[in-house]
């Protein structure tokens, strides 16, 4: 049997470490570039719920001062206050009458 001699079997076995060092070495930037990415993305989609939340608070906001307008400005319409009604049945509940065959 051949054995080759001991500077090419140092060579070879270094080649071998080389390309498992350059291998783990790919491997960790590889990792730590997925890393980076989920960081970025986690970055821009919290961005996006701060914005909406803010978005929503100024509707919120603008709907308030809304309604802050609606009860401050005068009712035109018909209130017991300002009109008696009329017409109405003296009874507390202003309910028909029953109808006797009805009830017998």
């Known amino acids: 049997m051949f ?3 001991l500077l090419s079997q ?3 076995t270094g080649a071998v ?3 498992f060092i350059g291998a ?5 930037q590889m990792e730590l570039h997925e890393l980076e990415k989920q960081r970025k ?4 989609d919290t961005q996006a ?3 909406f939340n803010k978005i929503v608070e100024i509707g919120r906001k603008i709907e308030r001062q ?3 307008k609606n009860i401050r400005r005068e009712f ?6 300002n009109e008696p009604p009329v017409g109405l049945r003296p009874e507390p509940l202003g309910l028909p009458e029953p109808k006797m065959h009805i009830m017998k």
């Open 24 to 28: 783990g070495i790919l491997a960790r």
């Open 41 to 44: 993305q986690e970055e821009e």
């Open 76 to 81: 035109p319409g018909f209130t017991f206050d």
């Open 66 to 68: 809304e309604i802050r």
């Open 49 to 51: 719920v701060n914005d």
């Open 3 to 5: 054995e080759p001699p």
């Open 17 to 19: 470490i080389l390309g």
């Open 10 to 12: 140092l060579l070879g």
